[in-house]
């Protein structure tokens, strides 16, 4: 991103939050990895695992002293992520006061129903276009000269289930379905961004990462799970479900009390 807009998106939306906190009389904002939203007139929570940011090596010491800086203006700074960077790795090691709240995910919840396993691979198309489609173009390529039934979503909106052969191409799913055709696939197949890592981690099924080209941080993440966890990952273009090792990200022990709870109860209101 070009740093003039970056710098002219986070005044507007401080602009717009300042104007919202004191017509609402707002106590806290939690802000998603959004710089610009806080105000001065509530108590400011930032969540994000990106306090180190992976980045071309010339710049990236540059753009960490920015981040950090800007990060420093919120008076809270959460971490989606167990202590030790055990699923973040080195993006989220830092020396600022900062708490760990557990990985976040709408599958937190998931319980594994035990349904029949429907499909060998299940692959989640995900990222920027041109590269989402050429994933999805790859990834039917692997799937028709497999012997397995296969299932894709592909995140359009506006499409509906339809079959090629031996693959099941779905659109976008709502909770309740997506979670069921996780169950009832045996191996996943998406992108290593951080947030389907979390997801992941509660879902517990077998995975293979292809991170999107050219951004650093899903490179990073799917190197550190291949040496964590063996988990294999392929660059986009190389794929070869012949010379994979799909395997899970381990589960943590639930901490005695939620992270998450402790966290809001450190916060001064």
């Not at 055990?86 to 006061?97: A, D, F």
């Not at 990222?127 to 592909?154: D, K, M, V």
């Amino acid at each position: 991103m070009q740093v003039p807009k970056f710098i002219n998106r986070i005044i507007k939306e401080k602009n717009i939050i300042e104007k919202i906190s004191l017509e609402e009389n707002i106590d806290i904002i939690i802000s998603d990895n959004r710089f610009g939203l806080r105000s001065k007139s509530a108590t400011n929570i930032f969540i994000t695992h990106q306090l180190n940011i992976m980045g071309p090596l010339l710049v990236t010491k540059l753009i960490n002293v920015i981040n950090r800086k800007i990060i420093k203006n919120f008076d809270h700074i959460w971490i989606p992520d167990f202590e030790n960077g055990k699923l973040s790795g080195e993006l989220s090691k830092n020396k600022m006061k900062c708490l760990n709240i557990g990985p976040l995910s709408r599958f937190e919840k998931y319980k594994n129903d035990d349904s029949k396993i429907l499909y060998k691979y299940l692959a989640i198309i995900s990222g920027p276009e041109p590269h989402r489609s050429l994933l999805e173009e790859e990834i039917t390529s692997c799937f028709l000269q497999s012997n397995y039934q296969c299932a894709i979503i592909n995140g359009k909106t506006k499409e509906n289930k339809k079959l090629i052969e031996n693959i099941s191409i779905f659109s976008h799913l709502e909770i309740k379905d997506f979670t069921k055709l996780i169950s009832s696939s045996e191996l996943i197949i998406c992108r290593s961004g951080y947030s389907s890592i979390m997801d992941l981690y509660y879902l517990q099924k077998k995975v293979m990462f292809i991170p999107t080209p050219g951004q650093t941080e899903q490179e990073y993440l799917a190197k550190y799970y291949k040496k964590k966890y063996s988990i294999s990952f392929f660059k986009q273009g190389e794929i070869d479900l012949k010379k994979q090792n799909f395997n899970s990200i381990k589960k943590i022990p639930n901490p005695k009390k939620k992270l998450l709870k402790v966290a809001f109860e450190k916060v001064n209101l």
